[in-house]
C-alpha cells in the first residue's frame, strides 16, 4: 500500500461504520471498526469504547512502527 504521508510516516488505516441502535429506548450509537491492512474487526457498543480503543492502540502501534524505522 503507497504512502500518502510524506516521508512514509507510520500511520493505520480503517474503515468505520457507525449505526444507531436503541438501549433502554433511547437512541444510542454503535460501531464497527475494520482494520484496512488486516481486515481484522472490532466491535464497539458506544463512541467511548471506540476512542478508548483507538486512543490505546494507536499511540502504540505508531510508537512501535515509528521505532523501526
Known amino acids: 500500500m503507497e ?3 510524506p516521508h512514509g510516516y507510520p ?3 480503517y474503515i468505520l461504520r ?3 441502535v436503541e438501549r433502554d429506548d433511547q437512541p444510542a450509537l ?3 471498526l475494520e ?3 488486516t481486515s481484522e474487526r472490532q466491535a464497539f457498543a458506544n463512541l ?3 476512542v ?3 486512543e490505546a492502540n494507536l499511540v ?3 510508537c512501535i512502527e515509528e521505532e523501526s524505522l
Request: aromatic residues 12%; proline residues 0%; negative net charge.
Open 11 to 13: 500511520h493505520k488505516s
Open 35 to 37: 482494520d484496512c491492512q
Open 18 to 20: 457507525i449505526w444507531q
Open 60 to 62: 502504540q502501534s505508531l
Open 48 to 50: 467511548a469504547a471506540l
Open 3 to 5: 504512502s500518502d504521508y
Open 30 to 32: 454503535a460501531a464497527v
Open 52 to 54: 478508548e480503543f483507538l
